[in-house]
C-alpha cells in the first residue's frame, strides 16, 4: 500500500525534447541512498557532475546531481534533483535505475540519521500528482494557500494571473489572513474570559469589556470584507467569467461574438436562426479570461413552425443560460417600434430573470446603431433599462458593423463585475473554495455581532459563533482542513510538482 512516507520519484520537467530534464527524489535519510547511486558522497546544496552508470556500468547519462537536506528542501524531507538531458527515454532511464537501486537496498542501509535505531524504509515508488507540493504541505513548509498559488503560478495564462499568483506565494494573502486569525481569536480569549466571570462581581468591567469586543467584531467584519472583495477579483481572474450571448434571432448575437473575440468563429447571415448550436470562445478582457458563449436566437413561437434543431438549439441556450455569470441580451436598435417584437423582448426578459442564477448579471445591449437615429432612440431605452433594472445605468448603443459602443461595452462588463482597475496591482490569486470560507467567516462574525448587542446576551453563544468564525478562517489556510479536500486539492496538480 502506498502511504506518505514512501520515498517518491518523478520527471519533474515537462515532457517532450528539452535542453535539461529534471528527475526529482523526496524521502526521508536519502543519503545513503544517493551516495550508492551515483557512487559519491552528496554535500548538501553543491551540485555535482556525475556519471550515471546502469547495472552493466554502461552510461546512462551525464547528470548534475544536488542534494538538499530535510529540512532545508522544498517538501522538507531529503530531496535528491538529478539534471540529465532533457529527453524522454534517458529521464525514464534515469527513473529506472533508480528504482532498481532502491529495490536492491539492504534495511540496513537505512539507518537512521539521528540514532542508532535500524528503520526498514519502503522502496522508492513513482509520485502521485501533487505528491511533492502535498509533502511540503504536511511538513508545514507551505499552508495550503501557498500550495494552490504555486499550481496557479504554473496554470497562469495571462500576466496579471501570473502576477496575482507570485503575490499568493510570497504570503501576501497567508499574511493577511494570519492578521484576521490572530484579531478573531483575541477577540474569543476575551469572550471566553466573560463566560468564567461571575456576573455579578463584575458587571460593570462587562460592559464595557462587551463594548470593546463589540467594536473589535465589527473592524474584523470590516477588514474581511476589503481582503474577500480582493480576492473575488482574484477568484475571477484565476477562473474566468461564464457569459453568455442571448436574444432574439438576427439581433446580432453572432456579430457581437465576433466582435468580442476579433475572429470569424460564428456564421453571420441575414437569414433569422442562423446559430443553431453553441459557439464557444474564450478572450480576455484588461487580462480577465471570459468564456463567451454565442447561442441560437430564442424565437417564441418555434413551436408552431416545428423546426426541430431550432428547438434543441434553443434549450441549448436556456442550459447555458442557467450557468453563466453574464449574460449579455443582445436587442435590435432597428425593430423596438414594432409592437410583436418588444412584447416578444420584455417576455423574453421576464423568462430570463427567472431562469438565471442569483448571482449572475444581465446587461442590455441595443445593437445596430448605424442604422438608427440614436437622439430618437435613447429617451424610450432609459426608461426600458429603468424597468428592466439590473446595474445598467444607461442603455449601452452598439453597431458590430461599425465597432460604435463596443469599447464601452467592455468597460461595462467589468464594472458590472465590480471589477476595480486600481487594484490591479494588489490582487492576489484566490479561489471559489476560499471565498466560501471567507463569506462563513463573515456570516459567523455577524451572527456574533447580533448576540453581542442584545439585551439579554448569552456568552456561550457568542463563544460557539466565534469559534466557527475561526474554524472558517482555518479552512482557508488548511490548518483545519478534510482529508477529502486535501486529495482533490492535490490531484490537480501535474506528477513532479
Ligand atoms: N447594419 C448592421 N447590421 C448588423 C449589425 N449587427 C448585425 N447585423 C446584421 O444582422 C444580421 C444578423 O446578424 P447575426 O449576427 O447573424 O445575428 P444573430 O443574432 O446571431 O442571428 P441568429 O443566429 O439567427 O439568431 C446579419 O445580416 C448582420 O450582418 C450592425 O451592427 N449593423
Ligand atoms: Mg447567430
Redesign the pocket.
Known amino acids: 500500500m502506498q502511504t506518505l512516507s514512501d520515498p517518491i520519484i518523478a520527471v519533474s520537467t515537462a515532457p517532450g525534447r528539452a535542453a535539461i530534464g529534471i528527475v526529482r527524489l523526496s524521502g526521508k535519510n536519502l543519503e545513503r541512498f544517493a551516495q550508492i547511486l551515483l557512487g559519491k558522497k552528496l554535500i548538501a546544496r553543491q551540485a555535482q557532475f556525475i556519471a550515471l552508470k546502469d547495472s552493466s556500468q554502461d552510461l546512462i547519462d551525464e547528470v548534475l546531481a544536488l542534494y538538499f537536506q530535510a529540512p532545508q528542501s522544498y517538501t522538507g524531507e531529503d530531496v535528491l534533483e538529478l539534471q540529465g538531458h532533457g529527453g524522454q527515454q534517458v529521464l525514464q532511464r534515469i527513473i529506472k535505475r533508480c528504482l532498481e537501486v532502491s529495490s536492491q537496498l539492504n534495511p540496513v542501509e537505512h539507518q537512521q540519521r539521528d540514532s542508532s535505531a535500524v528503520t526498514v524504509l519502503p522502496h522508492l515508488r513513482l509520485a502521485n500528482p501533487g505528491e511533492f507540493t502535498q509533502r511540503a504541505y504536511l511538513n508545514n513548509k507551505i499552508d495550503l494557500i501557498k500550495a494552490e498559488s504555486i499550481m496557479d503560478l504554473i496554470d497562469a495564462s495571462t500576466e496579471l494571473a501570473a502576477k496575482s499568483a507570485s503575490r499568493s506565494l510570497s504570503g501576501v494573502f497567508s499574511k493577511e489572513l494570519d492578521r484576521l486569525l490572530q484579531q478573531v481569536t483575541r477577540a474569543r480569549v476575551m469572550i471566553e474570559a466573560q463566560i468564567d466571570f461571575p456576573e455579578e462581581e463584575i458587571e460593570e468591567l462587562q460592559a464595557r469589556e462587551v463594548e470593546k469586543t463589540r467594536h473589535d467584531i465589527q473592524e474584523i467584519i470590516e477588514q474581511t470584507k476589503k481582503i474577500l472583495s480582493k480576492a473575488r477579483q482574484g477568484a475571477l481572474l484565476k477562473e474566468g467569467l461564464k457569459t453568455v450571448i442571448v436574444?432574439q434571432?438576427?439581433?446580432?448575437?453572432?456579430?457581437l461574438m465576433n466582435q468580442l473575440c476579433e475572429q470569424d468563429v460564428s456564421i453571420?447571415?441575414?437569414?433569422?436562426?442562423?446559430?443553431r448550436d453553441l459557439v464557444q470562445q474564450s478572450l480576455q478582457i484588461e487580462g480577465i479570461p471570459i468564456h463567451l458563449i454565442d447561442t441560437?436566437?430564442i424565437n417564441a413561437n418555434v413551436s408552431l413552425h416545428n423546426d426541430v434543431v431550432e428547438m434543441l438549439g434553443i434549450e441549448r441556450a436556456w442550459k447555458e443560460m442557467g450557468q453563466a455569470q453574464l449574460i449579455l441580451f443582445?436587442h435590435d436598435l432597428t425593430r423596438i417600434q414594432e409592437t410583436s417584437y418588444r412584447n416578444a423582448e420584455i417576455g423574453l426578459d421576464q423568462k430570463i430573470k427567472k431562469h438565471i442564477g442569483a448571482n449572475s448579471l444581465i446587461v442590455h445591449i441595443w445593437?445596430?446603431s448605424?442604422?438608427s437615429d440614436q437622439n430618437a432612440e435613447v429617451e424610450p431605452l432609459k426608461t426600458l433599462v429603468k424597468e428592466w433594472g439590473g446595474h445598467q445605468q444607461a442603455p449601452l448603443l452598439i453597431?458590430?458593423?461599425t465597432g460604435a459602443g463596443l469599447a464601452m461595452l467592455r468597460s461595462n462588463i467589468l464594472q458590472g463585475l465590480g471589477w476595480d482597475l486600481n487594484l490591479g496591482e494588489d490582487l492576489f490569486m484566490a479561489r471559489q473554495r476560499h471565498l466560501l470560507s471567507l463569506q462563513d467567516l463573515v456570516d459567523h462574525l455577524n451572527s456574533a455581532l447580533l448576540q453581542a448587542t442584545t439585551k439579554n446576551k448569552n456568552f456561550d453563544l457568542i463563544a460557539e459563533e466565534m469559534r466557527l468564525a475561526q474554524n472558517a478562517l482555518s479552512q482557508v489556510t488548511g490548518e483545519f482542513s478534510s482529508d477529502d479536500l486535501l486529495g482533490e486539492i492535490f490531484s490537480n496538480f501535474c506528477i513532479g510538482k
Open positions: 436574444g434571432p438576427n439581433v446580432g448575437k453572432s456579430s453571420v447571415t441575414d437569414i433569422a436562426g442562423t446559430t441560437a436566437g443582445v445593437n445596430k448605424d442604422l453597431s458590430t458593423k
